[in-house]
């Protein structure tokens, strides 16, 4: 445990003085929420498309952010280095999960209180907007851990970013009603957690309780714990 909190220091540290990284975990979804509100105000358009980006936004910026970061950790060595202590995988992949998941709750906390204050409505528990908002948040930090094995450099772990998180979008249910997709995209949106997170919203939005969204959300967290266990497995000292 003690390696793990040494873990999420060290990474907490790093991204403290990255104001640029910080910059782009709060401040770029509240500027797209916000153009989204200046651009229909007086619509319902924010009502329908906030939850979206509220969901949406936390899994993309976070993905993009730790998948870039733990790639950066391999080419700089800094990731063989560790290996070669006495800090297990899990313990690196716990303790980055920790640091960015602190991040995470700010950001959930920032977002949907920006989105709020813009003119989104919800008529649900603002507590379970803001819980599948750092879950999504969450689930982008475990896939960007496990996409990284993958990277060989920082710009290869940018470009798992549409392969893992464009899919998601297309199919979760906003460009289209999932009962209306082929039959075999709507089959792959049921294994999509993106598809979950925005229902919960959307549902959430319209005065839905737990016990509503509870399904989803247990799917999310899954989604989670597959990520963090698959990123465990796949993570190598490579420094190619």
Avoid: N
């Amino acid at each position: 445990m003690s390696l793990t909190l040494a873990t999420a220091r060290r990474v907490l540290a790093q991204l403290s003085y990255d104001r640029r990284t910080v910059a782009l975990i709060l401040l770029l979804p509240c500027l797209i929420v916000g153009l989204v509100a200046w651009m229909f105000h007086g619509t319902p358009v924010l009502d329908q498309f906030g939850p979206v980006l509220v969901g949406f936004f936390p899994l993309f910026v976070m993905f993009l952010v730790t998948s870039v970061a733990m790639q950066r950790e391999r080419s700089s060595g800094t990731l063989e280095r560790l290996m070669t202590t006495s800090l297990r995988k899990g313990d690196l992949v716990a303790g980055y999960a920790l640091a960015f998941g602190g991040f995470a709750v700010v950001q959930a906390l920032v977002v949907v209180g920006f989105a709020l204050l813009v003119g989104m409505d919800v008529a649900g528990s603002l507590g379970l907007v803001i819980l599948v908002a750092l879950l999504d948040a969450l689930l982008g930090c475990t896939l960007g851990l496990a996409a990284s094995a993958v990277a060989r450099t920082e710009f290869q772990a940018v470009q798992m970013m549409p392969l893992v998180i464009i899919p998601q979008l297309i199919t979760c249910g906003v460009l289209m009603p999932r009962d209306q997709m082929p039959q075999v995209l709507e089959w792959l949106s049921r294994v999509m957690p993106l598809t979950y997170a925005v229902e919960a919203l959307q549902h959430l939005a319209a005065g839905a309780t737990w016990r509503d969204v509870q399904g989803a959300i247990g799917v999310i967290a899954l989604w989670i714990v597959g990520g963090a266990v698959l990123a465990g497995l796949t993570l190598r000292r490579r420094t190619q």
